[in-house]
């Protein structure tokens, strides 16, 4: 047996709905912003969103192409931002089929490390879709960035009921981003079902994303928790933007 059989990204060619992985991003229209993350004493890091969302509607965007972006950004324009950047972190999304191209992974430790030579950390944040189950050779791209001390983070963890992330969350996983309800109801058992100290203390930090009220962000600081970083609208972004190459 291949270890491809199970592939959905692979064998999606042969279903109705074929699963796109877009254009050229070098060549695209597409920009990107940074939208900045808080700590208690300022800004602690920057993600890489896109910005012109409409542009981008039912794709899904290779990385290796981002990263060929951010290496240049880094590179050419870093120095114009130094104040911005240096002894900060640069979160970056990757789906999880993404972690079997070899040349993808070759390009995050090499970005890492080119950022760490800046005085910056990338933070790969593997998201919550899975389009790869119930294959799980995606585990070996993981545990090669662990290996080569890139950090890794959970994006958009479920709190509640876990995912397929779960068996892997302590063991490979150095971060985790989870997002804030917004109802009131829920915010109270987000606040109070969990052993928050206990639970933070198994990451070097927790991001809580989708923060958009202040009475959020007062749930957020009554919790009993070190290393807490915040994001959201509540709070500024948009202040730098990696605009599409010319």
């Not at 796109?20 to 602690?44: A, C, F, M, R, T």
């Not at 970056?92 to 040349?103: A, G, M, T």
């Not at 005085?119 to 799980?136: D, K, W, Y």
């Amino acid at each position: 047996m291949s270890k491809f059989d199970n592939c959905q990204l692979l064998n999606s060619v042969f279903m109705d709905q074929v699963i796109y992985l877009g254009q050229d991003l070098l060549n695209s229209k597409v920009d990107y912003k940074l939208e900045e993350i808080y700590g208690e004493d300022g800004v602690i890091g920057y993600e890489v969103l896109i910005d012109n969302v409409g542009s981008v509607k039912d794709r899904l965007f290779n990385a290796g192409l981002l990263m060929d972006r951010l290496f240049y950004f880094i590179e050419q324009s870093a120095c114009f931002y130094k104040s911005d950047f240096e002894g900060k972190s640069l979160f970056v999304n990757f789906e999880v089929y993404e972690l079997c191209d070899s040349k993808l992974l070759k390009k995050i430790v090499e970005f890492s490390q080119l950022l760490k030579s800046r005085g910056m950390q990338l933070v790969c944040e593997i998201t919550e879709r899975n389009l790869c189950a119930p294959c799980r050779v995606y585990e070996q791209g993981l545990l090669f960035l662990k290996k080569h001390l890139v950090h890794l983070c959970a994006d958009d963890y479920d709190w509640a009921l876990g995912d397929y992330r779960s068996r892997d969350l302590l063991r490979l996983f150095n971060s985790v981003k989870l997002q804030v309800p917004k109802d009131e109801a829920c915010l109270e058992g987000f606040s109070k079902n969990l052993y928050w100290n206990d639970f933070s203390n198994k990451f070097e930090f927790i991001v809580f994303e989708q923060i958009e009220t202040v009475n959020q962000l007062h749930s957020l600081k009554s919790l009993d928790i070190d290393h807490g970083y915040y994001q959201g609208y509540l709070f500024e972004s948009n202040r730098i933007k990696l605009s599409a190459l010319v």
